[in-house]
Protein backbone atom coordinates (compact mmCIF):
# COMPACT_ATOMS: atom_id res chain seq x y z
CA UNK A 1 0.00 0.00 0.00
CA UNK A 2 1.53 3.45 -1.19
CA UNK A 3 -0.78 5.55 0.94
CA UNK A 4 -0.08 6.18 4.65
CA UNK A 5 -3.41 6.61 5.33
CA UNK A 6 -4.95 3.22 3.62
CA UNK A 7 -6.19 0.43 5.44
CA UNK A 8 -7.35 -2.75 4.35
CA UNK A 9 -10.58 -3.95 5.98
CA UNK A 10 -12.63 -6.59 4.93
CA UNK A 11 -14.78 -9.66 5.68
CA UNK A 12 -12.97 -12.02 3.38
CA UNK A 13 -10.22 -14.20 4.16
CA UNK A 14 -8.45 -13.69 0.75
CA UNK A 15 -9.34 -9.96 -0.68
CA UNK A 16 -8.36 -9.66 -4.18
CA UNK A 17 -5.89 -7.38 -5.04
CA UNK A 18 -3.57 -7.30 -2.11
CA UNK A 19 -0.96 -10.13 -1.04
CA UNK A 20 -0.65 -10.91 2.21
CA UNK A 21 3.21 -10.53 3.28
CA UNK A 22 2.82 -11.13 7.42
CA UNK A 23 -0.09 -12.61 10.02
CA UNK A 24 0.23 -10.72 12.89
CA UNK A 25 -2.60 -11.96 15.40
CA UNK A 26 -5.89 -11.38 16.09
CA UNK A 27 -7.35 -7.89 16.69
CA UNK A 28 -10.17 -6.76 18.40
CA UNK A 29 -11.98 -3.86 19.71
CA UNK A 30 -14.96 -4.05 22.19
CA UNK A 31 -17.27 -1.15 23.34
CA UNK A 32 -20.14 -1.91 26.32
CA UNK A 33 -22.91 0.69 26.82
CA UNK A 34 -26.18 1.08 28.34
CA UNK A 35 -29.24 2.39 27.22
CA UNK A 36 -29.77 4.31 30.47
CA UNK A 37 -33.47 4.87 32.21
CA UNK A 38 -34.49 7.68 30.29
CA UNK A 39 -34.05 5.16 26.82
CA UNK A 40 -35.60 2.63 28.19
CA UNK A 41 -38.29 4.24 29.12
CA UNK A 42 -38.95 5.50 25.26
CA UNK A 43 -38.16 2.25 23.72
CA UNK A 44 -40.85 0.75 25.87
CA UNK A 45 -42.92 3.17 24.68
CA UNK A 46 -42.26 2.89 21.47
CA UNK A 47 -42.24 -0.64 21.49
CA UNK A 48 -46.31 -0.32 22.15
CA UNK A 49 -46.34 0.77 18.62
CA UNK A 50 -44.25 -1.59 16.99
CA UNK A 51 -41.66 -0.72 14.52
CA UNK A 52 -38.35 1.03 14.68
CA UNK A 53 -36.57 1.93 18.28
CA UNK A 54 -34.39 5.05 17.01
CA UNK A 55 -32.77 5.38 20.09
CA UNK A 56 -31.75 2.04 20.54
CA UNK A 57 -30.66 1.46 16.93
CA UNK A 58 -28.37 4.41 17.29
CA UNK A 59 -26.98 3.61 20.74
CA UNK A 60 -26.22 0.25 18.57
CA UNK A 61 -24.42 1.75 15.75
CA UNK A 62 -22.40 3.85 18.14
CA UNK A 63 -21.12 0.48 20.01
CA UNK A 64 -20.25 -1.40 16.48
CA UNK A 65 -18.88 1.75 15.21
CA UNK A 66 -16.24 1.93 18.28
CA UNK A 67 -15.62 -1.50 18.36
CA UNK A 68 -14.39 -1.48 14.78
CA UNK A 69 -12.54 1.88 15.46
CA UNK A 70 -10.59 0.05 18.78
CA UNK A 71 -9.89 -3.20 16.76
CA UNK A 72 -8.61 -1.29 13.68
CA UNK A 73 -6.64 0.87 16.55
CA UNK A 74 -5.75 -2.23 18.33
CA UNK A 75 -4.11 -4.02 14.49
CA UNK A 76 -2.36 -0.25 13.90
CA UNK A 77 -0.65 -1.11 17.29
CA UNK A 78 0.13 -4.48 16.52
CA UNK A 79 2.29 -3.06 12.72
CA UNK A 80 -0.80 -3.89 10.55
CA UNK A 81 -1.93 -2.13 7.91
CA UNK A 82 -5.02 -3.96 7.55
CA UNK A 83 -7.67 -6.56 9.08
CA UNK A 84 -9.25 -9.75 7.17
CA UNK A 85 -12.26 -11.68 8.28
CA UNK A 86 -13.51 -9.49 10.40
CA UNK A 87 -16.19 -10.01 12.19
CA UNK A 88 -18.95 -8.32 14.41
CA UNK A 89 -20.91 -9.91 17.80
CA UNK A 90 -22.76 -8.55 20.59
CA UNK A 91 -23.76 -9.73 23.60
CA UNK A 92 -26.69 -8.21 26.21
CA UNK A 93 -25.89 -8.48 30.09
CA UNK A 94 -29.09 -7.28 31.32
CA UNK A 95 -31.78 -6.07 29.40
CA UNK A 96 -29.85 -2.50 29.08
CA UNK A 97 -26.38 -3.37 29.18
CA UNK A 98 -25.03 -4.38 25.86
CA UNK A 99 -21.13 -5.05 24.64
CA UNK A 100 -20.06 -5.36 21.10
CA UNK A 101 -17.15 -7.25 19.64
CA UNK A 102 -15.33 -6.73 16.23
CA UNK A 103 -12.44 -8.96 15.65
CA UNK A 104 -10.11 -10.22 12.95
CA UNK A 105 -6.78 -11.00 11.69
CA UNK A 106 -4.12 -8.62 11.77
CA UNK A 107 -2.10 -8.26 8.78
CA UNK A 108 0.54 -6.72 7.09
CA UNK A 109 -0.69 -6.68 3.03
CA UNK A 110 0.84 -5.51 -0.30
CA UNK A 111 -1.40 -4.37 -2.92
CA UNK A 112 -0.62 -6.23 -6.16
CA UNK A 113 -1.38 -4.97 -9.67
CA UNK A 114 -3.70 -6.91 -12.15
Do not use: C, H
Not at 29 to 34: F, Q
Not at 38 to 47: D, I
Not at 48 to 68: D, L, Y
Amino acid sequence: MTKEEEFLLTTTDSPDGYKVKKILGIAWGSDVRSKGASSNLVALLRSFRGGSVPEIQNMAQRARKTSIDRMIAAAKNMGANGVMGVRLTGFTFRNDVVEFIAYGTAVVVKKVSR
